[in-house]
């Protein structure tokens, strides 16, 4: 394991590893630990009662958080001439079709979401083994296959975060910036938290929300009440 800095380790004496926090005490002791020099981005870890190999506990989907990620997002919309000009009108910073599929071929991956149009999946999907290993590969589920482009693109741009759940159970969200007011933070934490709630599975037994970790960019993880966000 590689040696944590002089930094982490100042940082994590100011946490109570056995303690659970409210979702306030976290933000507030996440800001006070931030070891970044930079505006860091602030996660949280849900750790889920979840059984990934089961198809319906392999949870995956959308959220649009209510103050976005503080990040600028770059979308590629790849739709026929019908909706290109609704793309372009709503934000896109790329928007065609055969032409863009032949940069990524050759490499291009200068954008962050790819929103699709039914009919160019089946030229996407050719493109798997590229897009797939780094989760850009547009998905129903996630709101990102459709043909309503116009929303789409502007709920990416309002800060829509995408989730997938991993082998462990655990679901990793982006929710701000360490910039960000406490309360903006608080909300969209709290907006994740009542999504993924109500998208518990029937089959799931026991506690669902085994943990949740709240940490900014290289500072140690903070565990969260979940009563707190209820």
Same mark, same amino acid.
Do not use: C, H, W
């Given at each position: 394991m590689a040696k944590r800095s002089r930094?982490? $380790?100042e940082a994590i004496k100011l946490i109570d590893r056995t303690k659970r926090y409210?979702?306030?005490?976290?933000?507030?002791?996440?800001?006070?630990?931030?070891?970044?020099?930079?505006?860091?981005?602030?996660?949280v870890v849900f750790r889920l009662n979840l059984d990934p190999r089961k198809a319906e506990q392999n949870l995956r989907g959308a959220?649009?958080?209510p103050h976005g990620t503080g990040k *600028?997002?770059?979308?590629?919309?790849?739709?026929?001439?019908?909706? $290109?000009?609704?793309?372009?009108?709503?934000?896109?910073?790329y928007v065609g079709d055969?032409?863009?599929?032949?940069k990524i071929k050759k490499g291009w991956l200068?954008?962050?979401?790819?929103?699709?149009?039914?009919?160019?999946?089946? *030229?996407?999907?050719?493109?798997?083994?590229?897009?797939?290993?780094?989760g850009l590969m547009p998905n129903a589920k996630t709101g990102t296959v459709t043909m309503d482009v116009e929303r789409a693109v502007q709920e990416?741009?309002?800060?829509?975060?995408?989730f997938r759940v991993d082998k462990n159970g655990n679901?990793?969200?982006?929710?701000?910036?360490?910039?960000?007011?406490? *309360?903006?933070?608080?909300?969209?934490?709290?907006?994740?938290? $009542?999504?993924?709630?109500?998208?518990?599975p029937q089959t799931v037994k026991g506690v669902y929300v085994k943990n949740i970790s709240l940490s900014t960019s290289m500072s140690p993880g903070i565990k969260i009440a979940p009563e707190t966000l209820a």
């Open positions: 930094k982490y $380790q409210t979702v306030e005490e976290a933000i507030e002791l996440a800001k006070k630990t931030n070891i970044a020099n930079f505006d860091a981005t602030v996660e959220i649009v958080l *600028e997002v770059r979308v590629l919309v790849l739709t026929k001439t019908g909706k $290109q000009k609704e793309a372009e009108a709503a934000g896109a910073d055969a032409e863009y599929l032949e200068d954008f962050d979401v790819i929103i699709a149009t039914p009919d160019m999946m089946g *030229e996407l999907g050719k493109l798997g083994k590229i897009l797939g290993p780094k990416v741009k309002a800060g829509k975060v995408t679901i990793p969200i982006i929710v701000g910036k360490v910039s960000f007011d406490d *309360e903006k933070l608080v909300e969209n934490i709290r907006t994740v938290y $009542q999504n993924l709630v109500r998208l518990r």
